[in-house]
């Protein structure tokens, strides 16, 4: 793969950079928010070029959150796995929030970081190559939108389009939290089911507050019974 590193601590940076280079993959470094900002956003010929990005929240000049809506204001839907600090809750969820696809805490072993980029990476390439169709919601997985009804097109980040096709493929049934979470993560022990409300209210907003109906305290549905 081709991976952007975006974080200005220059030993943390030169430790990922080797790790990736020694399991073959080629990268790119920037140490500034406002130059990451812009790096991807040249007429999408940068971020065309990379499968991922590894953005630090902690970044000079601009954070890593700013830098992140930035990116996907602007359409750029390059897979990101951000770095945030240990415990820190709501540094994640904005993340989250802000369409990061996984993050990692640090400090962490560089043999996670590699596994968390081939999950990523695996969930991209199932993501395949056809449309389902399920509650008045056309998903379009050569382009990773969901169309409505009404004909509006909504562009998703990769975890919000495998939860929405978890449920979609399950139309009409309740889906339990653990398993829209196994469905975008497969180190589930660290993931929090608090991460598939984070993804429930995004899509909702994108949705429409009444596509998906909560069961308090076990899942989600799709549609109608």
Same mark, same amino acid.
């Given at each position: 793969?081709?991976?952007?590193?975006?974080?200005?601590?220059?030993?943390?940076?030169?430790?990922?950079?080797?790790?990736?280079?020694?399991?073959?993959?080629?990268?790119?470094?920037?140490? +500034?928010?406002?130059?990451?900002?812009?790096?991807?956003?040249?007429?999408?010929?940068?971020?065309?070029?990379?499968?991922?990005?590894?953005?630090?929240?902690?970044?000079?000049?601009?954070?890593?959150?700013?830098?992140?809506?930035?990116?996907?204001?602007?359409?750029?839907?390059?897979?990101?796995?951000?770095?945030?600090?240990?415990?820190?809750?709501?540094?994640?969820?904005?993340?989250?929030?802000?369409?990061?696809?996984?993050?990692?805490?640090?400090?962490?072993?560089?043999?996670?970081?590699?596994?968390?980029?081939?999950?990523?990476?695996?969930?991209?390439?199932?993501?395949?190559?056809?449309?389902?169709?399920?509650?008045?919601?056309?998903?379009?997985?050569?382009?990773?939108?969901?169309?409505?009804?009404?004909?509006?097109?909504?562009?998703?980040?990769?975890?919000?389009?495998?939860?929405?096709?978890?449920?979609?493929?399950?139309?009409?049934?309740?889906?339990?939290?653990?398993?829209?979470?196994?469905?975008?993560?497969?180190?589930?022990?660290?993931?929090?089911?608090?991460?598939?409300?984070?993804?429930?209210?995004?899509?909702?907003?994108?949705?429409?507050?009444?596509?998906?109906?909560?069961? +308090?305290?076990?899942?989600?549905?799709?549609?109608?019974?």
């Amino acid at each position: 793969m081709k991976i952007l590193v975006v974080e200005d601590d220059p030993l943390l940076s030169q430790d990922i950079i080797t790790a990736l280079q020694a399991a073959g993959h080629k990268c790119d470094h920037i140490d +500034r928010g406002d130059w990451a900002q812009s790096y991807l956003l040249e007429d999408h010929e940068n971020s065309n070029r990379f499968d991922m990005v590894i953005l630090d929240l902690g970044l000079p000049e601009k954070n890593g959150i700013e830098v992140l809506k930035y990116w996907r204001r602007h359409n750029i839907l390059t897979p990101v796995l951000i770095l945030t600090a240990r415990d820190s809750w709501q540094e994640i969820v904005d993340g989250l929030n802000s369409g990061a696809d996984d993050y990692l805490c640090k400090p962490f072993h560089m043999l996670e970081l590699l596994a968390r980029l081939e999950a990523l990476r695996r969930r991209d390439q199932q993501q395949g190559h056809t449309q389902l169709q399920a509650a008045g919601i056309y998903l379009d997985e050569d382009k990773q939108q969901a169309c409505l009804e009404s004909g509006e097109c909504l562009t998703l980040t990769a975890t919000e389009f495998s939860m929405l096709k978890t449920l979609m493929l399950h139309s009409g049934k309740m889906v339990s939290k653990q398993l829209l979470l196994e469905s975008c993560y497969d180190w589930q022990e660290e993931k929090s089911e608090n991460l598939v409300e984070v993804y429930i209210r995004k899509l909702r907003k994108k949705l429409g507050k009444q596509a998906i109906t909560t069961y +308090r305290g076990q899942g989600y549905m799709l549609g109608e019974r």
